[in-house]
């Protein structure tokens, strides 16, 4: 008897945003497994709060709060083991992962480690790319447009080789870099074409223009997009 794996896109927070799909994965689980940061609670599962069960099996993957990737990887190895038991006990677990598995997601590490041995299936979600984009009625590409997806760790280099190059673009996992890009994205010219939101779909969810930003106090979940055009309909 041989069970199966669901990567589970759950979405960038609201859980009307979860799909049919995800839905039913969820319901239908033998298994609930998420990664959680240590002492931290898990997004992913806060998200499908209301449709997990008592009757169901849960399973967090702590993850180690570490700039080194090796710990977080050793964490993702032991949890594909453990898995892979459940596995071939003939058990359907449902992997949660915030926005979608395969777009800086989490589930790409199990992926990695299962898929070659037992049946894995995908279930795309609703990223907080595309949900900051309609939070800020600001489409992120037209016509011919090169949109780039730039993570906010990358150095002044990089990020400016590459916002110099793109029509629009979203800044991701701005964090503690917040002031860091601001001050570049000043330089190129750029801020007024600019919107900062966190929290995408949260009740707790706030847009606002990058200067009135305090830069101390930026979440992980935020994200600034840009078009050089100010309205990709232009």
Known sequence: MTGALFGVG???????LITLKALRCIETADIITYPKLEDTPSFARAIVEEFVTDSQEEFPITIPML??????????????????????????VTALCEGDPFFYGSFQF?????AISHRVEIVPGVSSLMSCAASTSMPLSARNDILTIL??????EKL???????????????????NRVHELIQTLGLEKHARYIERSTLPTERILPLDSVDGNKVPYFSMILIHKRGEAWQ
């Open 160 to 178: 400016c080789a590459r916002l110099e190059d793109t029509d629009a673009a979203a800044i991701i996992k701005i964090g503690r870099h917040f």
């Open 10 to 16: 759950v979405g960038p927070g609201d859980p009307e």
């Open 67 to 92: 700039v080194d990737p090796e710990p977080a990887q050793k964490a993702y190895a032991a949890a594909a083991k453990a898995i892979a038991k459940k596995l071939e006990q003939g058990k359907v």
């Open 151 to 156: 993570p906010a760790p990358l150095n002044n």
């Open 110 to 114: 199990l992926f990695s480690r299962l």
